[in-house]
C-alpha cells in the first residue's frame, strides 16, 4: 500500500515559503487587493451597521436593519463567490509549485480550465460537507429535545465533539480531490476518498501539525501587532473609550481607528502570504507521495 512521510508532508509548506517567499508575498497580496476591491464599496454600510450594533448592543431593531440588507447580502454574495474563485487559483499556484516546482512563471499563477475545476471540486467539497454537517445538526436536535432536563448539556457537549470529528474526518478524507482535480484536470472528489484509504491516520497527525503551526504562526502576528501597536497607544481612544467611540458615526470613529485598520491589513497580509503555501502545499505533497509514479488519469479513470 502507497504510504507518505508524514513530516515531508506537513512542512512542505513551510519548505515552499522559504524556497518561494516572493511568489508567497504576490499571493497574499493579490488576496488584500481583492478584499479591498470587494470590501470598499461597501464600507459606508458595513461601517453603518458596525455603529448600529454597538448602539442597540447584541439585539439591533429588525427595523434599523432592514434598509441596510441589501447591501449586506450584496457583500456577502460577491465575497463568497470571489473568495471561491480566486482561492482555486492561489491553490493551483501552491499545487504547480509541489508539482511542477520549474513551471514558475507569473508565482505560479495561471487562469485555465484547471483552475476551473478546481474551483468546481472546491464548491462541491463544499456543498457536500455543509450538507453532512447539516443532517447531523438535525439528529443532535432531536437527541436534545429527547434528552431534554440535565442530561441536555452533556448530551450537546458529546454530540459537538462527535459532529466536529465527524467534519474533521470527511475533510481529511476529500482532501486529496484538489491536487488530484489539478494534475488531471479533471473533476475527482470522491476518488480521494479511495486514494486516502488506509492512511487517514497519517493524515490526521499532519492535519495536527499544520494546527500547531499556524497557532504559532498566530500567536507571532498577535505579539508582532501588540508590540506595534503600542506605539500608536496615545494616540488611539482607550478600550473603555472604544464602545462609545464606535457608536458615534462612522465618518468619527473611522479616522481615529485608521491607524489600527492599517496594521490590521498588515498583518493580515503577513499571515496569508505565510499560511497560504502551508495549509495548501502539504495536501499536494501526500498525493504526488501516494500516486508516486503512476499516471493518475490511468489509476482513477
Request: overall charge neutral.
Amino acid at each position: 500500500m502507497a504510504s507518505f512521510n508524514i513530516e515531508d508532508s506537513a512542512f512542505a509548506g513551510v519548505s515552499l515559503l522559504g524556497r518561494r517567499p516572493v511568489a508567497a508575498l504576490i499571493w497574499a497580496l493579490l488576496w488584500a487587493v481583492l478584499v479591498a476591491l470587494v470590501t470598499i464599496p461597501f464600507m459606508g454600510v458595513l461601517a453603518d451597521f458596525v455603529t448600529l450594533v454597538v448602539r442597540s448592543g447584541q439585539h439591533p431593531d429588525p427595523n434599523a436593519i432592514l434598509p441596510m440588507i441589501g447591501g449586506l447580502g450584496a457583500f456577502a454574495l460577491l465575497s463568497g463567490i470571489f473568495s471561491l474563485a480566486f482561492g482555486a487559483v492561489i491553490s493551483c499556484a501552491v499545487y504547480r509549485a509541489i508539482l511542477t516546482p520549474d513551471d514558475s512563471a507569473f508565482a505560479y499563477l495561471r487562469l485555465s480550465e484547471r483552475e476551473i475545476m478546481v474551483l468546481l471540486v472546491n464548491f462541491v467539497k463544499a456543498v457536500v460537507i455543509g450538507v453532512a454537517n447539516f443532517g447531523m445538526s438535525i439528529v443532535v436536535g432531536i437527541f436534545l429535545v429527547w434528552a431534554g432536563g440535565a442530561a441536555h448539556g452533556l448530551v450537546s457537549f458529546v454530540a459537538q465533539i462527535i459532529v466536529t470529528g465527524v467534519i474533521f474526518w470527511l475533510q481529511l478524507r476529500l482532501s486529496l480531490s484538489g491536487p488530484m482535480t489539478f494534475t488531471e484536470g479533471k473533476f475527482r472528489l470522491f476518488e480521494s476518498w479511495t486514494m486516502t484509504r488506509g492512511v487517514t491516520l497519517r493524515l490526521l497527525v499532519v492535519g495536527i501539525i499544520l494546527a500547531l503551526i499556524v497557532l504559532v504562526v498566530y500567536l507571532a502576528l498577535v505579539t508582532l501587532g501588540a508590540l506595534v501597536g503600542v506605539g500608536l497607544w496615545n494616540s488611539a481612544p482607550r478600550p473603555a473609550d472604544l464602545q462609545s467611540l464606535l457608536a458615534q458615526s462612522p465618518s468619527v470613529w473611522m479616522p481615529a481607528l485608521s491607524s489600527f485598520i492599517a496594521l490590521g491589513v498588515v498583518l493580515v497580509t503577513i499571515g496569508g502570504a505565510i499560511l497560504t503555501p502551508i495549509l495548501n502545499a502539504p495536501w499536494a505533497q501526500v498525493y504526488r507521495s501516494l500516486a508516486g509514479g503512476a499516471d493518475p488519469a490511468e489509476t482513477f479513470s
